[in-house]
């Protein structure tokens, strides 16, 4: 169901033709190479740097952003336990952040603005990451996050699991980042100092999977293939599908599922991961696809048509095994799933100015059918929102304080903390959101109501309009840590908080 909504007049969509600033663009900066996978182990050190590179997006070649040269950037292999260092150099004209996405670092590491002052172009920082938990996480930049990040920094760290049992046998794996770029008349539309799109976050018209718009992956057929799904959009869900292929879904945002699970798709709120196995029972192509309601996006394939897999295991893909080591870490855990919540947070925003005036005059609905505005169907009206007129919040509904204005937010370590979230359907907005906490792990309890069954440990959670989220977070890793939408534009603006383990 689309939004009613009464057309901008001339006067405002005129004034779109200055908007956008254009992605700078450098005259020698490399093309951009393929991307590698980096094997580690306990003890290493590894050089990780962010600069621009060439890359051709639409027909026409584009300055981005790539750690080490190549988007997605290295895929960093580490054994779970295990504690690396990844020395990180700022090789850009930019401020730099580098946040490992869901790993349980010690706090002082975490690459956020409560932790570390904004690198300036030319800083080094060394990170010292523990990996304590198996799985897909992720590093990107937690600074001008708007702009770097759909401009190509992101990257993978798989954590292989100390239990070879943990996952199912496959003959291979590989990361899968799906993401999304605004090009506008041959360029790409990115404000490099000013944020714009700040309502409801800038929607891509170009999809890129690993960093490329036909993105294939060559196979043979009964080969097994593990894809670490990552969304790495600055607003877009991804509903991800394998058209012709049935999805075992066998993992998430930090390790696997009470039980793995035959599934048709996907969803994905960006920063949010899935682990999950296909089998090419065949050769053939099968589409890679973003499923909505309204639309069907090519994304990519899978070319099985390279002989036969030397080793099958269509006989374990085929089983639906249960996890014991998953169902043993969440046991000591439900106890607490019907306990009262000890804190509720509310999401909502605010308009300002011209927009508060302009927005006053317009008949807003309230959420769409699922809860979910999958594309931008307020084009105008987005494009010309700022940082300015636009504030996202969080509200804590026992104080009345909002977003970093919230101080009081201490858990003891190795003590439960129930969290109710509640997206405020009445605001002057009503859009999803994916709330990230950092540094922790939490358990996605019930969604109106309704426990949740065959859980999976999760760092963030989307939250639709209208909906109240119940979450139990595992505080267990000691620090002060950020919360927030992981919409990069409402992050921007303001939407998130901070609180302390110890």
């Not at 850009?92 to 010690?106: F, I, K, N, Q």
Request: proline fraction near 5%.
């Amino acid at each position: 169901m689309k939004k009613n909504h009464i057309i901008i007049t001339i006067v405002f969509a005129a004034a779109l033709v200055t908007i956008y600033a254009v992605a700078p663009m450098s005259q020698n900066a490399p093309f951009a190479k393929q991307s590698e996978i980096v094997n580690l182990k306990n003890g290493d050190a590894y050089d990780l740097a962010a600069a621009y590179v060439t890359k051709e997006i639409g027909g026409k070649r584009q300055t981005m952003l790539a750690y080490n040269g190549s988007i997605p950037g290295p895929t960093i292999r580490v054994p779970q336990g295990a504690e690396v260092t990844i020395n990180f150099k700022n090789n850009t004209d930019l401020p730099a952040l580098l946040h490992s996405h869901g790993v349980r670092m010690e706090n002082a590491f975490d690459g956020s603005q409560l932790q570390q002052e904004e690198m300036k172009p030319g800083e080094s920082f060394a990170y010292k990451l523990k990996f304590p938990d198996a799985g897909i996480y992720w590093y990107h930049p937690h600074v001008k996050e708007v702009f770097e990040q759909p401009l190509g920094l992101y990257g993978a760290f798989i954590v292989t699991p100390s239990d070879p049992k943990y996952f199912p046998p496959v003959n291979r794996e590989m990361p899968l980042f799906l993401s999304d770029l605004p090009v506008k008349n041959g360029v790409i539309a990115l404000d490099k100092d000013k944020t714009r799109g700040v309502l409801m976050g800038n929607y891509g018209n170009v999809m890129l999977t690993n960093g490329e718009e036909n993105y294939t992956i060559p196979a043979s057929a009964r080969e097994t293939m593990r894809l670490y799904v990552v969304n790495a959009a600055n607003v877009r869900p991804f509903n991800f599908a394998i058209k012709g292929l049935k999805m075992k879904l066998v993992g998430g945002d930090s390790g696997a599922y009470e039980k793995a699970s035959f599934v048709e798709s996907v969803l994905l709120a960006p920063s949010e991961r899935a682990i999950v196995d296909v089998f090419m029972s065949e050769e053939g192509t099968y589409e890679i696809q973003n499923k909505t309601p309204e639309k069907t996006y090519t994304l990519g394939s899978i070319s099985a048509g390279g002989g036969i897999a030397d080793v099958s295991y269509e006989k374990e893909w085929n089983t639906l095994s249960q996890n014991d080591a998953v169902r043993k870490s969440i046991d000591r855990f439900r106890a607490y799933f019907d306990w009262p919540h000890q804190r509720r947070i509310t999401l909502s925003v605010d308009f300002f100015g011209g927009m508060q005036n302009m927005m006053g005059g317009m008949m807003m609905m309230g959420p769409s059918r699922d809860g979910i505005e999958w594309e931008d169907d307020m084009a105008m009206m987005n494009d010309i929102s700022t940082l300015e007129s636009v504030k996202w919040h969080i509200i804590d509904e026992d104080t009345g304080k909002q977003d970093m204005g919230i101080d009081d937010w201490t858990f003891k370590k190795g003590e439960p903390v129930k969290i109710r979230i509640e997206n405020n359907p009445n605001s002057a907005h009503p859009m999803q959101h994916p709330i990230h906490f950092h540094g922790q792990r939490f358990l996605v309890v019930a969604r109106d109501g309704i426990l949740q069954t065959n859980l999976v440990w999760k760092d963030t959670v989307l939250v639709r309009s209208g909906e109240i989220v119940d979450i139990l977070l595992d505080a267990s890793n000691p620090g002060v840590w950020m919360a927030h939408c992981h919409i990069a534009e409402h992050l921007e603006a303001g939407m998130m908080f901070g609180f302390n383990v110890e």
